[in-house]
Every structure is written in structure tokens, then in C-alpha cells.
């Protein structure tokens, strides 16, 4: 039995429908994409749980009752009753999309206040996952409590798989962004990034750099996602460029990167060498962009 661990915030989605100018209502974000997938891609034995925290109204009363739905575990969550849920709309532009977000005073902006919530659900784990998201939320000092946890768990056995999704509105300032990314980098034994973004705010030349940084800092492997283009891996002291066929159909990219990462995760798992990981992550990402929302029908 394999168990992962995703650590992030679950929020309220209003996403786009095929109707123009109506939206439904669903939940999502990042690290929570990233589970719902692997939890479709894994076998029943397996587990998948996940660490946030929300409130204790009506509407996080749902998103809870949504996770069970969907086998993830929610026994680790922490409920607040002075806080809630954070929410999001997708807006779209010929399948690009932009976000507009209400997340202030969110739960999950709270969730390391009890960390011992965090070491408990890590117990008996084998991956931790996690991404620039999920830092970017939490004041410095939990996310420095959050790095010493993280660390931990990798000194015990565990692994660490780290999407830095770099956003640079939710933090005060880029030089703050990419310290506190290649800090919790640094805890990470995979890391998953995206080359444009890297490029933009690290000034990467190439997905090599890219890789070449991540490696610097302690990591063992890196995979560097690249839109469309070939995707540059890095395993085991092996660097594999890999072609990726470029999908003709794309109505809405929520979400790409975190089912990419889901398919390549769940690969892995299952036994499968790097390349062939990468291929099953971005045949799942083909598949998720071709539909509207971040969660979609998958076929498994």
C-alpha cells in the first residue's frame, strides 16, 4: 500500500462551462488536483490524504463531504470556526485562462497553527507533496516550521515532491517568492517545475538551468515541464529529453500542470522508468485541458 500526503489549499471554483458566460461550482486548487488524479490513478489499496484547513460552515461542510466523495482522506483537516474557505473564478480567453481570487482570511492560510496535525498525517507515509501554493499562503514562520517538518519526514524515508508554481501575486515581493521556493526546494527529493515560469522569475536561460538549480540544492530528481515542448528530465544523474506531442485540442489549461503531475507520480508508483512517467503525465494533461475545470472525467 502506497500513501501520499498532499498539503495545500482546497478552495471553491466557479469555472467556465461550454455555455458562454455561465460558470458551475465546484471545489479545487492545485495540490488538491494534483490528489483527485492520483487518487483515480492509484489502486484501491492505496491511499491519498490531504492536509489544509477550513471552516466550519455550511460551505466547508461540503468541500469536506466533496473530498470523502472522492476517497481522499480528511482526517488530518483542521476546522475553524472563525474562518472559511477560500474561492476563485476562472475566466477564459480562447482556452487560456486568468484567475480572480477571494482567499484573504482563508483556513488554510491557518492550517500550520496545529503542526502536529502535519507530523500525524506524514506518520507511516511514503510521499509528501506540496507546492509554491501551498508556501506562498502561510506567514514565514509556519513556513519555516513547515521546512523543518518536511525535512524530517525526508531524513526518516519519506519523500518529498515539490511543484514550486510560481505565483507571484500572493507574495510581497519576487526576491521573497524565489528565496522561500528554493528554501523548501532545498527539503524536496523531487521537484516538478514549469520552464516559462522559471524562466520569468528566475531567468533561466533553459530547462537545463532550471533543472541544473533544483539540483544544486539537494534534489535527487527534477522534471521540467515545458507547455507543448519537449520536457526535460533528470534522474538518477541522467538527463532525458522527452518529446511531447502537442494537443489539438485545448478548451480550458486548468489544472495541466497538476494532472501532469498526478499521471507522472502515479507512473512512478507503479513501477515505471522516468520516461515512460513522463509520457503517462502528459497524456493525462492532454486529456484534462481538452475539458472545461480543473477536476474532469478521466475514464478511470
Avoid at 500526503?5 to 492545485?30: K, N, P, W
Avoid at 485562462?97 to 492560510?109: D, K, M, Q
Avoid at 516559462?196 to 530547462?207: C, I, K, L, Q, R
Avoid at 503531475?261 to 512512478?268: Q, S
Amino acid at each position: 500500500m502506497t500513501r501520499v500526503v498532499a498539503i495545500g489549499e482546497c478552495m471553491v471554483e466557479f469555472s467556465a462551462t461550454a455555455r458562454q458566460g455561465h460558470y458551475q461550482l465546484g471545489f479545487a486548487g492545485d495540490t488538491l488536483n494534483t490528489a483527485w488524479y492520483l487518487r483515480r490513478l492509484l489502486g484501491p489499496s492505496d491511499q491519498v490524504d490531504y492536509v489544509t484547513g477550513v471552516g466550519t460552515d455550511n460551505i466547508s461542510d461540503q468541500m469536506l463531504a466533496f473530498l470523502e466523495s472522492a476517497g481522499i482522506g480528511t482526517t488530518h483537516i483542521q476546522r475553524m470556526a472563525d474562518r472559511t474557505v477560500g474561492l476563485y473564478m476562472i475566466q477564459l480567453d480562447e482556452g487560456e485562462r486568468s484567475f480572480a481570487y477571494w482567499r484573504g482570511e482563508s483556513a488554510a492560510r491557518a492550517m500550520m497553527q496545529d503542526s502536529d496535525r502535519l507530523r500525524e498525517a506524514l506518520t507511516g507515509a511514503q510521499i509528501a507533496y506540496l507546492s509554491g501554493i501551498t508556501i506562498a499562503i502561510l506567514p514565514q514562520a509556519d513556513r519555516e516550521i513547515l521546512a523543518r517538518i518536511l525535512g524530517d519526514f525526508r531524513q526518516s524515508g519519506g519523500q518529498v515532491v515539490f511543484d514550486p508554481n510560481l505565483r507571484p501575486r500572493l507574495w510581497q515581493s519576487p526576491a521573497q517568492m524565489t528565496a522561500a521556493v528554493m528554501a523548501i526546494a532545498g527539503v524536496a527529493d523531487t521537484v516538478l517545475p514549469s520552464y516559462e515560469d522559471e524562466a520569468a522569475w528566475f531567468g533561466d536561460s533553459d530547462p537545463a538551468e532550471t533543472a541544473r538549480r533544483y539540483l544544486g540544492v539537494g534534489a535527487q530528481s527534477v522534471v521540467v515541464k515545458n507547455g507543448p515542448g519537449d520536457i526535460l528530465a533528470v534522474a538518477n544523474g541522467e538527463e532525458i529529453v522527452i518529446p511531447i506531442r502537442p494537443s489539438t485540442n485545448v478548451v480550458d489549461t486548468t489544472a495541466a500542470g497538476d494532472s501532469f503531475n498526478a499521471g507522472f507520480l502515479a507512473a512512478l508508483l507503479d513501477g515505471q522508468q522516468t520516461r515512460d512517467a513522463v509520457l503517462a503525465g502528459a497524456d493525462l494533461s492532454a486529456r484534462v485541458i481538452g475539458q472545461y475545470g480543473a477536476l474532469v472525467d478521466i475514464g478511470q
